[in-house]
C-alpha cells in the first residue's frame, strides 16, 4: 500500500481521502492554513465517512505542508485550477526524489507545476502529471460526511515531461486498480478533453437568471436546464474542440463517445454503447448534483478563464476557428463584470512561446527543454 498526500480538503479531496484509505492506504490530508478549520472536525473524528460506503480514518489531517508531504509516495492535488500555481509554489520546496504528483481534474496543470519549478529550481526527481477529470463525482455533505454520486471509470492522464509518463500512469494505477488509466498523447490531449470547460459553460449562460434568482429547484443537467437547444451549443463546442485536436493530429472522440468511455451513461443504457448527446448527457450521475444557485461558482470563474478560454488561445495560435467558445467566453465575462481573457490560462501562462511551430511545441512537452 502507498502513501498518499491529499492537497485540498474540497469535495474532491475529502472524497479522495476517504476513499483511498478505506482502500488500505495511508492517507495524510492538507488544507492551507486560511482554511484550515474546514478540517477541525476531519481531525476530531480521525476521518471521513461516505454515505452508504463507511468510514475511512486519515491518518494525518494538516495545514503544514511538509508534513503532508514528507514520505509520500503520491501527492494528489484536486483543487480548483485558480489554485494550482498556489499549490505548486507550497510544495515546491518539499518534494523529495521518487515522488509523484498527480493535479485531478483540469488538463494542462502539469504544465503550471513545471513552470514554477523550474523558477523556483527544484530539483527533486518528481514526475508530475494531471487528469482531465477528477476520480469522482463528490459532494462534501456536512463536515466529516462525504457524498460520491458516481466513479470516473476512465481518466485520461498526461505528465509534464512526457517521458515520465510511465512512473504517473503507475502511480493512478496504484490508487485506481479498477479504473481505466488512457494515456493522452501529451498534455494537449488531457487539455482537450475536459468534460467541464466542454459542458458547464452552455447551460449556465443560457439559465443566468433563473441561477441568479437561486432557484431551490435547480439542477444544471436535467431536462429543463439542459434543454435541446443547449446540448446543440455544447455540441457546437465539443466539435470546435475536435477541430483543435485534429490540427494537431492528436486522436480525439466526440463527447458522447467520450460520456459511453467513462461508464456514465444512464441507467438501465450502460451496454447500448455511443448514445445521442442528448440521452447520455442526462443521465443520473450528472443530474443527481443540484444547483448551483449562484452565477459566481466554478462553472463560469474556473470552466471559462482556465478550460474554455485555453481552447480559444488554442485555436487562435493554431488558426482553427472557435467562434461558439469565443462567444461564451465573452458572455460570461459580461454577466460576471470580470475578464477572463486577462484572466485566462494563455499559452503563455502554461510556459508554452506562441513563436513555437507544432513541432517544437511536442518536443517541449516530451522533454521539458
Not at 38 to 67: M, N, S
Not at 82 to 89: D, L, N, S
Not at 164 to 183: H, M, N, W, Y
Request: aromatic letters at 8%.
Amino acid at each position: 500500500m502507498a502513501r498518499i498526500a491529499i492537497l485540498g480538503a474540497g469535495n474532491g479531496g475529502c472524497a479522495a481521502a476517504a476513499d483511498l484509505s478505506m482502500r488500505g492506504h495511508s492517507v495524510a490530508l492538507y488544507e492551507v492554513p486560511q482554511l484550515g478549520e474546514k478540517l477541525d472536525p476531519i481531525k476530531a473524528r480521525g476521518g471521513l465517512e461516505v454515505i452508504d460506503e463507511g468510514f475511512g480514518k486519515v491518518d494525518t489531517v494538516t495545514t503544514d505542508i511538509a508534513e503532508a508531504v514528507k514520505g509520500a509516495n503520491l501527492i494528489f492535488n484536486p483543487v480548483p485550477a485558480f489554485a494550482h500555481e498556489t499549490f505548486a509554489k507550497l510544495c515546491a520546496p518539499y518534494v523529495e526524489d521518487g515522488q509523484t504528483i498527480v493535479i485531478w481534474g483540469k488538463g494542462g496543470a502539469c504544465l503550471i507545476y513545471g513552470k514554477v519549478f523550474r523558477d523556483m529550481s527544484v530539483t527533486a526527481d518528481v514526475a508530475i502529471g494531471d487528469t482531465n477529470t477528477l476520480p469522482y463525482g463528490a459532494t462534501r455533505m456536512g463536515p466529516t460526511l462525504v457524498r460520491i454520486e458516481a466513479r470516473v471509470m476512465e481518466l485520461i492522464t498526461a505528465s509534464f515531461p512526457g517521458k515520465k509518463q510511465d512512473r504517473v500512469l503507475a502511480g493512478l494505477q496504484t490508487a485506481f486498480p479498477e479504473c481505466s488509466i488512457r494515456p493522452a498523447a501529451n498534455v494537449l490531449e488531457s487539455i482537450l478533453v475536459d468534460y467541464n470547460a466542454i459542458t458547464h459553460p452552455a447551460p449556465m449562460i443560457c439559465n443566468a437568471a433563473r441561477i441568479e434568482r437561486g432557484d431551490p429547484t435547480f439542477h444544471l443537467f436535467d431536462e429543463e436546464a439542459t434543454t435541446p437547444a443547449v446540448v446543440n451549443l455544447i455540441k457546437l463546442i465539443d466539435r470546435e474542440r475536435m477541430a483543435i485536436s485534429e490540427a494537431l493530429g492528436i486522436k480525439a472522440y466526440t463527447l458522447e463517445e467520450e460520456i459511453d468511455h467513462v461508464g456514465w451513461n444512464p441507467a438501465g443504457r450502460e451496454n447500448e454503447g455511443v448514445l445521442p448527446l442528448y440521452d447520455a448527457i442526462h443521465t443520473e450521475k450528472l443530474a443527481i448534483c443540484e444547483g448551483p444557485f449562484k452565477l459566481n461558482t466554478r462553472h463560469l470563474t474556473e470552466d471559462i478563464p482556465h478550460g474554455l478560454f485555453t481552447y480559444c488561445e488554442l485555436g487562435r495560435w493554431l488558426g482553427v476557428p472557435t467562434p461558439i467558445s469565443n462567444a461564451l467566453v465573452d458572455l460570461a465575462s459580461g454577466l460576471l463584470d470580470r475578464d477572463f481573457r486577462a484572466e485566462g490560462r494563455s499559452l503563455e501562462k502554461l510556459g508554452i512561446d506562441p513563436g513555437w511551430d507544432v513541432k517544437r511545441l511536442f518536443e517541449y512537452l516530451e522533454t521539458g527543454k
